[in-house]
């Protein structure tokens, strides 16, 4: 049996690790909260562009964009690249894990030229360690999905796209289901597909008015010029937001798991220590009793 100070020390050290684990729990709470009502007040901003695309392509009889596409035509020498969004911290589970796995699955599966632009340290230190080096990290934005961070990485992507060196964009990031399940997430950013509106309702429709054709001022290309960059940003914003608030969903978990071992593991020491310094007490009244026996015995 471990004596009173042995367990006293373990007693110490484990509510210390109780109480750094509940601390972590709260302050992920807090911010998970926070990033979701940032993200629920950007939603109906977003909703409103893609119905204006919708509405611009079904109404014109199609325009003609360099971001758009009917389809995706085969091309075995399109360069693709990957924006993978995944944490700057541990002890969140299986957050980092799936995401990581899951873009490195779909690379795997992609034999054309490839380019890696990594959100977080821990995407880029896993796929250097798979042999990959990332082409550019954004290491600041993982714990900060702002806006203006979206479109910094949007502004980067689309002058790329631009000049023509990269021909298929994906970003891959985790969704949040709900508070007990996450999922990774992969989706095509560019170019951008008709079919990519096809679960927008038609506002139009809504409204009870029908139009076969619509004129725009000014030109419908130049409109898309402006609406594109916008559904962008609120896709990468959104991903960003979704992967910040799965991750703080999943170490709320962990931590939860953390401070329920931690109280289970003091609830058994506490019991242990009791044990032992009853047998202490014990043993000094065994001692104090034989020592007054033995003084007796002598006179």
Do not use: C
């Amino acid at each position: 049996m471990q004596s009173v100070s042995d367990i006293k020390r373990h007693i110490k050290s484990n509510t210390q690790i109780y109480q750094i684990t509940r601390a972590m729990y709260l302050i992920s709470v807090s911010k998970m909260r926070r990033a979701m009502d940032l993200y629920k007040s950007n939603t109906a901003y977003f909703t409103k562009v893609r119905a204006a695309m919708k509405d611009i392509i079904q109404h014109t009889g199609g325009v003609e964009h360099p971001f758009l596409r009917r389809e995706i035509l085969p091309n075995p020498e399109a360069k693709h690249a990957y924006i993978v969004i995944a944490g700057d911290k541990g002890m969140a589970g299986a957050y980092n894990h799936n995401v990581l796995n899951a873009a490195f699955a779909h690379m795997q599966g992609n034999d054309r030229q490839k380019y890696i632009f990594t959100v977080g340290q821990i995407a880029g230190e896993f796929f250097s360690r798979h042999g990959f080096m990332a082409d550019m990290e954004f290491l600041t934005i993982a714990q900060n999905p702002s806006l203006r961070n979206a479109r910094l990485v949007t502004d980067t992507i689309v002058d790329l796209y631009r000049q023509k060196l990269l021909d298929e964009v994906y970003i891959v990031y985790t969704k949040m289901v709900s508070s007990v399940a996450q999922e990774p997430k992969i989706i095509r950013l560019l170019p951008v597909l008709y079919s990519s509106f096809d679960d927008v309702s038609d506002t139009w429709e809504e409204e009870g008015e029908h139009y076969n054709e619509i004129l725009y001022e000014s030109s419908p290309k130049q409109v898309m010029d402006t609406l594109i960059p916008q559904y962008l940003i609120g896709t990468i914003y959104g991903a960003l937001v979704q992967s910040y608030a799965s991750g703080h969903i999943a170490r709320m978990n962990a931590m939860t798991s953390a401070t329920h071992n931690a109280e289970e593991m003091l609830r058994k020491l506490r019991l242990d220590y009791n044990r032992a310094r009853q047998a202490a007490i014990t043993r000094e009244m065994t001692e104090i009793v034989s020592g007054v026996n033995a003084l007796s015995s002598a006179h």
